[in-house]
């Protein structure tokens, strides 16, 4: 990720957004709070402008705000420089159509292969220009109000929210203060590097604590860019994707708005929540990892709720990608309609399955189709398991690691099973 890559992946989109347009291509750029966003932004708009195109930039914004101002602003084009959850020394880019859906493989692909070339740019008056988009924050607290039924109110409600030092640590705070919350938020001062660092989504102890300590209704822990977030209830007790899919999808049902009784996820999400769909008379669809397989599913199928079991929670009658803020005013609105705590909710959405997450950091990676003695390996744990679980091997698609789930009656032979997993991929790599 350094400036001369990005000044030709900005050239890239810019040529494929304008292609077949009449006019120059409007490309909006919103980023989240590292440090390396000023460098990688400006380089962007360089690579846009360079091809004539007109840069639209947004600052720090959730991803989600740039989908929707995407659309709503008729852009051909959105990006947003983030690595998500990850560290602030990690960055990365991710582009919305003018649809505000991510983009399919196929076209990620052609544009890095386009950046590799050296095409002809326009000169003189052919050039692109930038401009800020002042009221970019604006104009997404508004969008997510609206998702927020209007017969309902926050008043009183006192909720805690850590924006992980990241894109929403302004717009999440100011959306649920004007719905009527008594806000507490933390993780709201972004250095450039302390985004995600011991906060948000993928460290909600803090949160849980002051939820407990403020005697809150719930606790919402975004990640840096605010596409996914983690619930907590009033006792201080994690709310993950699958009970909230389960909650908002036994409400969905009740309403009769769940399309199709269809609740779209992935292969990490817990045998439970499949349970607790075919028990509300509901199926549950899997994806391979990644929210936006779960968008593709639920497009093609005509499906408008999914979501990841990490936090990912799409509504698509409200938004065209995973968003933290928007998915916790859902289920805000499914407390304030049944009167029911949060805690109370959770409880009922699942029973778990015993599941068991082992993340191995191995020396090199192999296809796992030649990996023979973990796929033999696997192949009996599975059997061994039968229909009380399962067991699913795959590689990070963002870190140089080897992701091995299990699920199973019995935590203890799961965490064993994992160790075998572990011995026999070091085996096969040793082997290679």
Request: contains cysteine; neutral net charge.
């Amino acid at each position: 990720m350094v400036p001369e890559v990005l000044l030709r992946v900005g050239r890239a989109i810019a040529h494929v957004a304008g292609r077949g347009k009449s006019h120059a291509p409007r490309i909006l750029v919103g980023k989240d709070t590292r440090l390396s966003g000023y460098m990688i932004e400006t380089a962007l708009a360089s690579g846009i402008c360079a091809m004539g195109g007109r840069v639209i930039l947004c600052g720090p914004v959730p991803t989600p705000a740039v989908a929707h101002l995407t659309v709503d602003m008729r852009a051909d084009a959105g990006i947003v420089i983030s690595a998500s959850h990850n560290p602030y020394d990690d960055n990365g880019v991710k582009v919305f159509g003018s649809d505000g859906f991510k983009l399919a493989d196929d076209v990620e692909e052609e544009i890095e292969k386009l950046a590799r070339d050296d095409g002809l740019s326009p000169t003189g008056p052919g050039i692109g220009r930038a401009e800020k988009q002042e009221d970019a924050r604006g104009r997404y607290v508004v969008f997510a109000k609206r998702t927020f039924p209007q017969d309902l109110t926050l008043d009183g409600m006192r909720i805690v929210v850590d924006a992980a030092h990241g894109a929403a640590y302004r717009v999440a705070p100011m959306v649920l203060a004007e719905l009527g919350a008594n806000v507490t938020a933390i993780g709201v001062k972004p250095n450039g590097t302390n985004i995600n660092k011991d906060c948000g989504a993928m460290h909600p102890d803090h949160v849980r604590a002051e939820v407990v300590r403020r005697g809150a209704q719930m606790g919402i822990a975004l990640d840096g860019d605010a596409d996914r977030v983690i619930l907590v209830d009033e006792k201080g007790q994690i709310v993950d994707g699958d009970a909230v899919m389960s909650m908002c999808a036994a409400r969905m049902i009740e309403e009769g708005t769940l399309k199709k009784r269809t609740v779209v996820a992935t292969v990490m999400s817990n045998l439970g929540l499949e349970r607790a769909l075919e028990a509300l008379g509901a199926e549950l669809v899997r994806t391979q990892v990644g929210d936006r397989y779960v968008v593709e599913a639920m497009r093609k199928g005509g499906f408008n709720l999914g979501g990841e079991q990490s936090g990912h929670l799409v509504f698509l009658d409200h938004a065209s990608t995973g968003d933290g803020t928007v998915a916790a005013l859902q289920v805000l609105a499914v407390m304030l309609r049944s009167g029911r705590p949060l805690s109370e909710l959770a409880a009922r959405a699942l029973d778990r399955v015993p599941q068991v997450l082992h993340n191995v950091t191995l020396p090199a990676r192999k296809p796992l189709d030649e990996m023979r003695s973990l796929a033999a390996l696997q192949t009996k744990v599975a059997r061994t398991l039968g229909k009380t679980g399962r067991v699913l091997v795959r590689w990070s698609g963002t870190e140089p690691k080897l992701r091995i789930m299990l699920e199973g009656p019995h935590e203890k032979k799961l965490r064993a099973f994992a160790s075998d997993l572990e011995s026999a991929a070091r085996s096969d790599l040793r082997d290679a």
